[in-house]
């Protein structure tokens, strides 16, 4: 078995739970998004965004009220679409700084991402989240500023989480062959990509779903249980 040598984690599921995202972070920006909009909307970045999603639906032309509507439904479809995460880490960004919520972390999760630095390991993040909305996640987490301990951010304009390619492009970008990473995910399908670039895996099963008795990724119920 090959060493280990650096981890890449998932979000949602993995590190946080999947409530926290769905229940705490999706409403908030569903509901502050027509009024961000309506206030940033001359800013270049969020132009450049709104212009992405409208592609991304195949408009031709439409109105900012039409690409804010389109935005509302993509929340509540959890589309996983690189213009709308960027934009929700932007309005993110405002209740994290107003003390609005922490990112939630499981338990063992900052002690465990220490203990793997303090052995040598390299730790990143992918995540749909946009890279902003992932440094603000950690940054601003339960468990305090946990930034020191990640050497990189990777999201979806590295590509889609459940394609191979993704996952190549990110071993290329540590610099390592891929059997010395190991990604830390909840979704199988994701967790199927980065073993098919070559990627070792662990799969996250959080209480109260049961370990699989047999399963396709090695099982943990939490980080204490990954011994990379
Ligand atoms: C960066 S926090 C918000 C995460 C998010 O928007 C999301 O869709 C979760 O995706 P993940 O890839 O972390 O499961
Ligand atoms: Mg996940």
């Given at each position: 078995?090959?060493e280990i040598r650096a981890i890449v984690t998932?979000?949602?599921?993995?590190?946080?739970?999947?409530?926290?995202?769905?229940?705490?972070?999706?409403?908030?920006?569903?509901?502050?998004?027509?009024?961000?909009?309506?206030?940033?909307?001359?800013?270049?970045?969020?132009?450049?965004?709104?212009?992405?999603?409208?592609?991304?639906?195949?408009?031709?032309?439409?109105?900012?009220?039409?690409?804010?509507?389109?935005?509302?439904?993509?929340?509540?479809?959890?589309?996983?679409?690189?213009?709308?995460?960027?934009?929700?880490?932007?309005?993110?960004?405002?209740?994290?700084?107003?003390?609005?919520?922490?990112?939630?972390?499981?338990?063992?999760?900052?002690?465990?991402l220490r203990a793997w630095r303090a052995d040598g390991l390299r730790l990143y993040v992918y995540?749909?989240?946009?890279?902003?909305?992932?440094?603000?996640?950690?940054?601003?987490?339960?468990?305090?500023?946990?930034t020191p301990l990640f050497a990189g951010y990777f999201?979806?304009?590295?590509?889609?989480?459940?394609?191979?390619?993704?996952?190549?492009?990110i071993a290329?970008a540590i610099g390592e062959q891929p059997?010395h990473l190991l990604f830390l995910?909840?979704?199988?399908?994701?967790?199927?990509?980065?073993?098919?670039?070559?990627f070792?895996?662990?799969?996250?099963?959080?209480?109260?779903?049961?370990?699989?008795?047999?399963?396709?990724?090695?099982?943990?119920?939490?980080?204490?249980?990954?011994?990379p």
């Amino acid at each position: 078995m090959s060493e280990i040598r650096a981890i890449v984690t998932d979000i949602e599921g993995t590190t946080s739970s999947i409530s926290f995202v769905r229940d705490v972070l999706f409403p908030y920006a569903r509901k502050r998004l027509p009024a961000f909009i309506e206030t940033h909307g001359d800013r270049s970045e969020v132009q450049h965004w709104l212009h992405e999603a409208a592609k991304e639906a195949g408009y031709v032309e439409a109105t900012r009220q039409e690409v804010v509507e389109l935005l509302l439904r993509w929340i509540d479809e959890d589309r996983k679409s690189t213009a709308l995460k960027a934009l929700q880490g932007m309005i993110w960004q405002e209740g994290y700084e107003a003390g609005d919520y922490q990112a939630h972390m499981y338990p063992e999760v900052a002690a465990r991402l220490r203990a793997w630095r303090a052995d040598g390991l390299r730790l990143y993040v992918y995540s749909s989240g946009s890279v902003p909305a992932q440094k603000l996640f950690f940054g601003y987490s339960e468990a305090g500023d946990l930034t020191p301990l990640f050497a990189g951010y990777f999201d979806t304009e590295t590509g889609p989480k459940r394609e191979r390619a993704s996952y190549e492009r990110i071993a290329d970008a540590i610099g390592e062959q891929p059997e010395h990473l190991l990604f830390l995910s909840d979704i199988v399908e994701e967790l199927d990509a980065a073993r098919a670039a070559g990627f070792r895996t662990a799969w996250l099963v959080r209480p109260p779903h049961p370990l699989p008795a047999q399963s396709q990724h090695p099982a943990f119920a939490d980080f204490d249980a990954i011994a990379p």
